[in-house]
């Protein structure tokens, strides 16, 4: 069965980094599209970044130029390299095996990510 478990959260100040980590199983990763998605309280799940099986990426306008989204297929592991983070990137973080349809789509259990002003 396919587990994801997020790793790297934490408290950071405004400007600081975090660097997530994702590490899959029970699936084929390698031919896997994957993403992070995150949710703010009283939001909606977004999607933050996502990386094809050939590394091709994707972002949201809001962490274009900050956050790096990449995968070690050795590893069956993602991550999210966040930068210059700023007071409106507080969310859980989840990392997901992407697919077009939602149904299909499997999560981990999420990561607190805190910024502080």
């Known amino acids: 069965q396919v587990q994801l478990v997020e790793s790297g959260g934490g408290l950071v100040q405004t400007g600081g980094s975090l660097r997530l980590s994702c590490a899959a199983s029970g699936f084929s990763f390698s031919v896997n599209s994957m993403a992070w998605y995150r949710q703010a309280p009283g939001s909606q799940r977004e999607l933050v970044a996502r990386i094809t099986s050939g590394g091709n990426t994707n972002y949201a306008d809001s962490v274009k130029g900050r956050f790096t989204i990449s995968r070690d297929n050795a590893k069956n592991t993602v991550y999210l390299q966040m930068n210059s983070l700023k007071p409106e990137d507080t969310a859980v973080y989840y990392c997901?095996?992407?697919?077009?349809?939602?149904?299909?789509?499997?999560w981990g259990q999420g990561t607190q990510v805190t910024v502080s002003s």
């Open positions: 997901a095996k992407f697919d077009w349809s939602p149904e299909y789509r499997r």
